[in-house]
Nanobody
Framework: QVHLVESGGGLVQAGGSLRLTCAASGDISAVNVMAWFRQPPGKQRPELVASISNSGHTNYADSVKGRFTISRDNAKNTVYLQMNSLKPEDTGVYYC???????????WGRGTQVTVSS
């Protein structure tokens, strides 16, 4: 099983930037669409933030369009999320995974905490 390790989170002021990294222990090119999810405080399930296919096609949640950029490097088995103009509502635990991964059922990494102060 491929293990996922998310990193790069932290505490940042509103308007700041962070770059998240997801390192996979195996070949992510076998996964057509990789995604970043976030679980805001008090929410039971993570929500989809951004996704990217092997061909480079990207999709974003409306709330992050124009501010976040997802990318992947299959040669390094790594997925990135560049987050700019951060807002307090971006606060949460961020996870990367296959876009079809099911919370509570499929494997998920430990995530990385992002906290945006106002």
């Amino acid at each position: 099983q491929v293990h996922l390790v998310e990193s790069g989170g932290g505490l940042v002021q509103a308007g700041g930037s962070l770059r998240l990294t997801c390192a996979a222990s195996g070949d992510i090119s076998a996964v057509n669409v990789m995604a970043w999810f976030r679980q805001p405080p008090g929410k039971q399930r993570p929500e989809l933030v951004a996704s990217i296919s092997n061909s480079g096609h990207t999709n974003y949640a409306d709330s992050v369009k124009g501010r976040f950029t997802i990318s992947r490097d299959n040669a390094k088995n790594t997925v990135y999320l560049q987050m700019n103009s951060l807002k307090p509502e971006d606060t949460g635990v961020y996870y990367c995974n296959d876009v079809i991964a099911r919370p509570g059922i499929d494997y998920w990494g430990r995530g990385t905490q992002v906290t945006v102060s106002s």
